[in-house]
């Protein structure tokens, strides 16, 4: 008997990587406090939050707010105050090109989700070639579409030239493209004038008569740490640009208001055509209702609650400033390392945001993830054969120095063995 003969299609496609949490796992039982792996923040070894959700789980809700139903697109106050926030941070002003978010439940949802509606199995997906590893499940697994991956930098540019032969080398008059800024796995983001150039292009290819549906991964929204970055989505330049540009923003709870375990996410839609919102939002719900059928009812409470909250801003960019600060120390401890370890073979990735920085590596990264693992106690995550990824986002302060200390030091001497 084999199990195939009961699986259907997707069922057979479908797998585990030895991925981000594996490889997670791995650094627990080794590492006591240089675990870099994991995409969260913790401060003095626990993980963050704020206080003002936290206050909630000892008093404050009613029986109502924990154990009823929510609607299938989510609370409507929620959906409300998440459109403003929306709205504000990215100075939106033409707020009927923009739907009110739908809740899904966490930011992996809202981009299953939107690939389940708008691509499908040869479906053309544009995207950078340093990307979140479960892209992969859910492009090429569960949808079957077409990956095309173009060059991300130019020196510390985006690479625009290359993002533009990208999608013209695609035949087909429908294309799904997928960004994500700050991104995983790189803490890159782009600058105003590549933002512009983007979209640019974008509005020019529109015009030719190209239906693009533009996918915004905006987990890490808002942890930006450089002047020169651009702090606002790429939503606010897509969502009024062009009738034949759809923008949807994916987004959440999980990273910009450090509730991982929530698991809330929203999907807004923006279009310079609003005729068919309504049937795109009905359509949204139907997907919903067939797949999680409505999100959690506690969680998003807790979150409205929490955002209306006095303090909530504030301890926000307390939150913030934790990580900036970790964010200029990894730049200065990468600087020296660099003169001290000159056979390193390590290059940085362009990093300026987010939770994580990335080395291109000149020997395996897997081996050298492993040799890291055991014999220096130091966890990070590899992806494919020549790529580290270092969350500092869960490494306090007085950590960083040793832990970058570790990883030039054993890269070394990999290198020279080699
Ligand atoms: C780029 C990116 N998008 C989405 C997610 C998933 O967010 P959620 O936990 O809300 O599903 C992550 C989490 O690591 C991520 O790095």
Redesign the pocket.
Known sequence: MSLNDFLSSFGKRVYLPNG?LVQNAQAVEYCKDLNAT??VAKLNGSIMYLDSSMNYFSNSLIPSEIYSYSPIGGNKKLREIWLNHIINVNEISNKDNITLPIVT???????SLTFSLFAEKDTDVVLPEY??E??NLIIDIQTQAKKHTFTMFDGNNFNISSFKNCINSIKSKKIVILF?FP???TGFTLQEKEAKKITDFLKEKARDGIKFTVII?D??FSLFYEDYVFKKSLFSMLYNLDSNILAVK?D????EELA?GF???FITYGCADTSFFDELVSKTLGAIRCNISNSNTCAQNILYHSMMNLKHNQEKEYAKNELKKRYNMVKDVINDMMGKYKDSGLTVLPFNSG?FMSFLTSVDAETLRLTLLRQYSTGLVSFGSKLIRIAYSVLDLDKIQLFFENVFSCSEKLNKVV
């Open positions: 981000i994991a995409g439940a966490g930011i992996t949802n809202s981009l990307y979140w479960n892209y994500n991104n995983n796995p991964d987990a890490y994916c959440g709870a999980t990273k991982w698991r809330i996410g939770y």
